[in-house]
């Protein structure tokens, strides 16, 4: 099975929302609320940012938010910080006790 | 303070295998769920595998189907990875995570695998 597509790069200003896409199709995304997105900075271990489509596990600031539309689940970071810059992964249930991720997003801070 | 360290990585001629374990504190162990999850250099995470609680329900990516087996030990809080049949393709830093069956919550630091001929 493929990857889930995201956009290979978004960039955004200190301040600004920014929001990555993450598209899938009726197998996956569009089929399943299990849909979490996870942060990763350069050298470290990815970080869960949101699970189960919308939810934000404890810690994670209130300006990162996951929705889904269809077969494409979204994150968005609103007021945007440096220490966003990182890559982000989409990850989703894809039928058959299995997972997929995303290829990846890097978030370029201005 | 939940921990997740991975061992037993390394260099591996093409064909063969190799254990990986994952050792766990800070955490009920036997109450999560358990992942492996690998990155190539430079490349995306991809999904590998998971396990239940019990250890007693496995799946795996298409990838690896036939070739890696996933394994538990509540007794030790250690997961496990044997992975037979090694190609260039599976080298790769594989981490491992603990959760649910559809999340990784916590992760571990990873350990590379590197298979050449």
């Known amino acids: 099975q493929s990857a889930l597509t995201q956009p290979r790069s978004v960039s955004g200003s200190p301040g600004q929302s920014v929001t990555i896409s993450c598209i899938g199709t009726s197998s996956d995304i569009g089929g399943y609320n299990y849909v979490s997105w996870y942060q990763q900075h350069p050298g470290k271990a990815p970080k869960l940012m949101i699970y189960d489509v919308t939810k934000r596990p404890s810690g994670v600031p209130d300006r990162f938010s996951g929705s889904r539309s269809g077969n494409t689940a979204s994150l968005t970071i609103s007021g945007l910080q440096a220490e966003d810059e990182a890559d982000y992964y989409c990850?989703?249930?894809?039928?058959?006790?299995?997972?997929?991720f995303g290829g990846g997003t890097k978030l370029t801070v201005l | 303070e939940v921990q997740l360290v991975e061992s037993g990585g390394g260099l591996v001629q093409t064909g063969g295998s190799l254990r990986l374990s994952c050792a766990a504190s800070g955490f009920t162990f036997r109450s999560y769920w358990l992942h492996w999850v690998r990155q190539a250099p430079g490349k995306g995470l991809v999904w590998v595998s998971r396990i239940n609680t019990d250890g007693n329900d496995a799946s795996y990516a298409d990838s690896v189907r036939g070739r890696f087996t996933i394994s538990r030990d509540n007794a030790k809080n250690t997961l496990y990875l044997q992975m037979n049949s090694l190609r260039a393709e599976d080298t790769a830093v594989y981490y491992c995570a603990s959760g649910m069956p559809t999340t990784q919550d916590y992760w571990g630091q990873g350990t590379l695998v590197t298979v050449s001929s």
């Open positions: 990850c989703s249930y894809a039928g058959s006790y299995t997972l997929i």
